[in-house]
């Protein structure tokens, strides 16, 4: 059983909101990232961060931002929400490159 | 681009049925190459891996899987699946050779529905 855990499991919001959706994993991992996920379908990086004050974008381009100011917590947060963020997100850590990626349990956000 | 193709998205199988669920890959290089497999209701959670060494790998739950390099293929298999192994099942890869990161590129996923 990976230690990452995720905040909060299930989101439903009004449009124009902040929201910030939280990570944490007690394994001591450097790398760590941030997926979307919609329903049947692959699921997309949009950040990642290897490190303290790390941060980078991934391939799916996202409105969302990140912050890693200590190593075990990863938020990432949407000034203002909108219909299209509704989706699934997933965070997971790893301890290097081509270590296995733990995922934790994802955020399931709505917004109307 | 690079990409991972899963080859079906649903899969209805009975119990004591084989299953063999396809993975492809389009990248050049060294490669790292997982199936990962989501219950209902709980986390994505590593089924098995390949790094390198013996192309093919046994995982948890009797699964294994096989790594052709000439193909680009790592396909999952069960001999005789149950109940408990409905699910949705992802390919994944990375290429420790391109990117430093580790960054996973997914498959669509294909769900697997084992019927009593």
């Known amino acids: 059983e990976a230690d990452i855990y995720q905040t909060p499991r299930y989101l439903v919001i009004g449009t124009g909101k902040k929201i910030t959706l939280e990570c944490s994993q007690t394994m001591g991992h450097d790398k760590m990232y941030w997926y979307q996920q919609d329903p049947g379908m692959e699921l997309h990086l949009i950040h990642y961060s290897y490190g303290v004050n790390s941060t980078e974008k991934g391939d799916l381009s996202s409105e969302s931002t990140v912050s890693r100011i200590r190593t075990e917590h990863f938020p990432l947060t949407l000034e203002s929400a909108r219909p299209s963020h509704t989706s699934q997100y997933l965070c997971a850590s790893g301890r290097d490159s081509t270590d296995t990626q733990y995922f934790g349990p994802g955020t399931r956000l709505t917004v109307l | 681009a690079q990409s991972v193709s899963q080859h079906n998205h649903h899969v209805i199988l009975s119990e004591a049925a084989s299953l063999e669920l396809g993975c492809n890959y389009s990248y050049g290089g060294t490669v790292n190459l997982f199936w990962y497999v989501q219950y209902p209701g709980q986390h994505l959670q590593l089924l098995l891996k390949y790094f390198s060494g013996d192309p093919l790998v046994k995982g948890i739950k009797g699964f294994e899987a096989e790594f052709i390099k000439s193909k680009f293929s790592f396909n999952l298999r069960k001999p005789s699946v149950q109940w408990s192994d409905t699910a949705e099942y992802f390919c994944?890869?990375?290429?420790?050779?391109?990117?430093?990161?580790?960054?996973?590129?997914f498959g669509a996923g294909t769900q697997v529905v084992v019927t009593p």
């Open positions: 994944a890869v990375n290429a420790p050779s391109t990117d430093s990161w580790g960054k996973l590129q």
